[in-house]
Every structure is written in structure tokens, then in C-alpha cells.
């Protein structure tokens, strides 16, 4: 279900005219996923197909560490780009990471597989993260598109799936909600911020604390994003935004979700906290 890489970098560019204000971070995630598509092309090769049908986190069968010869150099690849194009932060902290051992680097990949706290590399923890998962995601999307078997059209549903706030494939946190046409009305589901497994979600309920009762659920919307809100808990003040494709059908969840920035500072200013930072780090 995920949108090809093409789909995003037009959208992308078209957000980026239309938003100014988005422009600058728009088009360094755009250097980002440009990385991304070249990396997943690379990878196509040498990363086996998981046996489709497996249940649980069968993602984690898997490691980063089994590909690390080619991930490496892609890594390297990887930093110098960063070093070039980011904000100056995380241009400084990839130079920082140029300069850390190699089997740092693989401790890195892995503490983010498998979800534990990233190792001490004297970058700072929201910024650090920021590596793993812009790098492995198109490592992780490769292995989950193989799980599930190419050519899925349909968010994945079944027993548990609904209410499940973390991905039923990889475990990782959504990235953003997306609505999309069902019947008379619109159908909720999850992107994961790991793999891109998109699953199926309960329309009313948070997707960190699980609660249903409406009054506690609030959303903030501004006039320019209609088809984008934030969508919050009262009871335990974490957010996430939500794409609306009935709204907007042309609209790229993954990437409109980047460009509506405001109403990421409108949630921090009520309080909320995001439950995924995206990659440009809101
Ligand atoms: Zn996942
Ligand atoms: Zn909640």
C-alpha cells in the first residue's frame, strides 16, 4: 500500500511550491528518500524473501547484521549525504558518526531492530535516532513486502489487529493515521514507521494508550490542511496526525503528514507529544 518512491519525491515537490514554509524540509527528505529508493534497489538482490504467512514480529528473523558488508558501505554513503544536506544538527551529528567504528554502527541498526534503547554515541538521542530509521526503513519495507506478499492491496486485519498500537509485523510505532474511502464512509489504518505495513485500526481509540471514550479523543485541525489533523489523547497526551485520502486523494500520507508542520507545533503547544517523530524530527 506503501506509495512508490516516485510518488513521494512528486509529492514532495509539489507540497514544497505550495507550502514555502515546508520548502527547506521538503526537499532534504526528499535527498532522503531519493537514498532510500537507491538502497532498496541495492538491497532487492541480496535480501531473501521471508516465508509470507508467518505471524508475530517474524520481521526480527531477520537482522540488519546478516547484510552488513553491503550496509555498511551504504551507511558510509548514507552519512556523507546527511553531512552535505541536512539542518546543521544532524549534519554535525553524521559527521560525528563518520568517525565511530564500524560495529558501533551495527549496534546502532540492531538497538533499533529489535526496538531497545540506542547505544551511548555521544549524539544526542532524538537525533541519533533519526539514522537507524531513516537507513533501515527500506531494509525493513523490503522484508515486510515479502512477509506479506507483493501486490497487497489491503491494510492487514485479523484477530488483535484493530486495536493493535504498535505494527503486527515489526512491533515499531505508527507513523501516521490514514483514512481512506470504505463504503459509505472512511476506514482507519496504521502506517508503520519501520516497515510501512499498513493495518487496519478502530476509528475511535488512541493509538498509544488504547482509549475509546470520545470525549477524552480531541482533533486540531487548521483552515490550509483539511485533509491532515492531529489526532489526540486527553488521558495520556500523546498524538499522532492523521492523513484523510477522502479529502484528498492525491494526497501521500508519509509526506503530507512532513509537510503540515504547523499543527505539529499547535500540538506541542497544548502539550502533546508525537508518539513517532518523523524524519525531519517532529
Ligand atoms: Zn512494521
Ligand atoms: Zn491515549
Redesign the pocket.
Known sequence: MAASWDRRLQRAEELAQRWPFAAEPLRFYARVVRFQANLQGALRCSVPILASGEEGFALRSASPRDHRLLLRAKFADFLELVGEVAPPQLASAAEALRSTPEELWEALWDAYWRGQALPDLEVEGPVLAFFPKAFLQPYAALLAAGLRGDGETEPLSGPGVETSPVCPLCGAAPQVSVLREEGHGAARSLLCSRCETEWRYKRVR?V??G?EESRQLVCLQATEWPHVRVSA?Q??R?YIKEVDLTRDGLAVPVVDEIAAIPLDLAAGEEGYEKVEPNLIGL
Open positions: 488512541c498509544a494508550c482509549e489523547c488521558v495520556c500523546r
